[in-house]
Every structure is written in C-alpha cells, then in structure tokens.
C-alpha cells in the first residue's frame, strides 16, 4: 500500500493542467516536425486514437515502469560486480541504465502500437500502421513536452528558457522518428529490429543527463541532445518513407 501511495504521489503532478504557453510550445514542435517528416495521415481515426494511448501510457511509463526496470538493473549491476565498482564508473553504468529505461518506454509504446491496430481489426495497410505509430509517439512527446514546460513557464520566460525549449523540440523530433519505425515494423513484421533501434536512440537521449552530470556544459549537452534526436528523426522518417520489400 505504501507503494501505491507514492507513486501516486509521483503521478499527482502529471495531472495538473499545463502552461497555455507550454501547449503552444508542444504544437509547434509537433507541427515542424510532422510537416518536415514523410506525408502521414494523422487525421485517421487509428491516429487519434493512438495519440490517446500514448498520452495514457505516458504517465505509467515514467511513473511506474521507468523507476523500477532502473533499479533493477541497478541492482543487478551490483550484484554482478558490486556497488563500490559500479558507483565509480558513473558513465558506464548510467548508459546501462539510460538504455534499460528507453527499453521500458518502447516496449510499452510497442504494447500501445498492438492494441490500437487490435481495435482497427489488426490492419496491416502502411498508411495506417505510420498513422498509429506517429499517434503513439504524439501522445507521449506531446505530454512530455508540456509538463517539461509547465513549471519553467509559470517562472516566466527569460534567456535560461532557451535550453529546455530547444530539448523540448528536439525531444518531439525523436518520439515522431521512432515511433514512424515501430508503424513501420507492423507491416515488415520485424518489432525486434525497430525496438532494439528505437530503444538505442532514445537511450542515448537519455544518457545526455549522465553526461550533464559528470560535467559537461549546458551548451555542450544540448549540442548532443539536437544531435541525436535529429539522428532519431531523419532515421524514422527514412524507414517510413521506405518502399516495402517486394515479395512481402
């Protein structure tokens, strides 16, 4: 019991409403990106109703699947060494942990992808299956951007503002490219391949915060970040864009 009290305290701040700022922040990003990305309909009913997974699946994702898959392999890093080794190799065991977490949020994402297509009786057309994923990854880029926003907003716009504000668009970039992968992998049948993509390259997003701490500069962190989300883009909307192989 005492476990569902504070995660339910964790999840409490998720559903307060956001900054009006931050929502409009979270538009333009999705608007940039989606018009820079290959032509999806995202006013499908599948797409909708993915983008509502998502949002649902965003809050369980960080709340109570993320922690716990990291301090399991936390633990299970001690218990193969031990924790004086691990605590003092920060970057590798935060890699470990950064890739663990990104695991945790696409298979959820993946679970999401299935059980919208179950609900549109499993359609395997392309158009539908790019349509679902990018609603899956609106969904959860949408809700991550805007309460990333939401308290840096209510403190008012100034030049420290810029950082996140580019983190945030960035961010949505990666969520668009690998969730146009895992659509993409409903139709070529191959989730293990995309997973184990879309699983890299947000890990690596992840592992920015390994590297602010050890002490990169703000400036140097986000250079990386931009980097490997317009990797994560560019990567997924390649993969969408794809013609299929023949003889599938």
């Given at each position: 019991?005492?476990?569902?009290?504070?995660?339910?305290?964790?999840?409490?701040?998720?559903?307060?409403?956001?900054?009006?700022?931050?929502?409009?922040?979270?538009?333009?990003?999705?608007?940039?990106?989606?018009?820079?990305?290959?032509?999806?309909?995202?006013?499908?009913?599948?797409?909708?109703?993915?983008?509502?997974?998502?949002?649902?699946?965003?809050?369980?994702?960080?709340?109570?699947?993320?922690?716990?898959?990291?301090?399991?392999?936390?633990?299970?890093?001690?218990?193969?060494?031990?924790?004086?080794?691990?605590?003092?190799?920060?970057?590798?065991?935060?890699?470990?942990?950064?890739?663990?977490?990104?695991?945790?949020?696409?298979?959820?994402?993946?679970?999401?992808?299935?059980?919208?297509?179950?609900?549109?009786?499993?359609?395997g057309d392309l158009g539908t299956?790019?349509?679902?994923?990018?609603?899956?990854?609106?969904?959860?880029?949408?809700?991550?951007?805007?309460?990333?926003?939401?308290?840096?907003?209510?403190?008012?716009?100034?030049?420290?503002?810029?950082?996140?504000?580019?983190?945030?668009?960035?961010?949505?970039?990666?969520?668009?490219?690998?969730?146009?992968?895992?659509?993409?992998?409903?139709?070529?049948?191959?989730?293990?391949?995309?997973?184990?993509?879309?699983?890299?390259?947000?890990?690596?997003?992840?592992?920015?915060?390994?590297?602010?701490?050890?002490?990169?500069?703000?400036?140097a962190v986000l250079v990386y970040?931009?980097?490997?989300?317009?990797?994560?883009?560019?990567?997924?909307?390649?993969?969408?864009?794809?013609?299929?192989?023949?003889?599938?």
């Open positions: 019991m005492d476990w569902i009290g504070d995660r339910w305290d964790d999840l409490e701040p998720l559903l307060q409403l956001p900054h009006w700022g931050a929502l409009a922040f979270t538009l333009i990003f999705v608007l940039f990106w989606t018009r820079l990305g290959p032509r999806v309909r995202i006013f499908r009913v599948g797409a909708w109703l993915a983008l509502v997974v998502g949002a649902v699946l965003f809050p369980v994702t960080v709340i109570w699947v993320q922690p716990e898959v990291q301090e399991s392999a936390r633990d299970l890093m001690i218990a193969v060494t031990d924790q004086p080794a691990v605590d003092s190799q920060p970057l590798l065991s935060g890699l470990a942990v950064a890739i663990v977490r990104a695991a945790g949020q696409e298979a959820l994402q993946i679970i999401g992808i299935v059980f919208v297509l179950f609900l549109l009786g499993f359609r299956a790019l349509a679902v994923g990018l609603g899956s990854a609106l969904g959860f880029a949408m809700y991550e951007s805007a309460t990333a926003l939401t308290p840096l907003l209510n403190l008012g716009m100034s030049g420290d503002s810029m950082i996140p504000i580019l983190r945030g668009l960035f961010q949505v970039g990666a969520h668009v490219g690998t969730g146009l992968m895992l659509g993409r992998a409903w139709v070529e049948g191959r989730y293990l391949r995309y997973f184990l993509i879309a699983t890299a390259l947000h890990g690596a997003l992840g592992y920015s915060a390994v590297l602010a701490i050890s002490g990169w500069s703000d400036g970040f931009g980097a490997v989300g317009l990797l994560a883009f560019v990567w997924g909307a390649a993969i969408a864009g794809a013609r299929l192989r023949q003889g599938r």
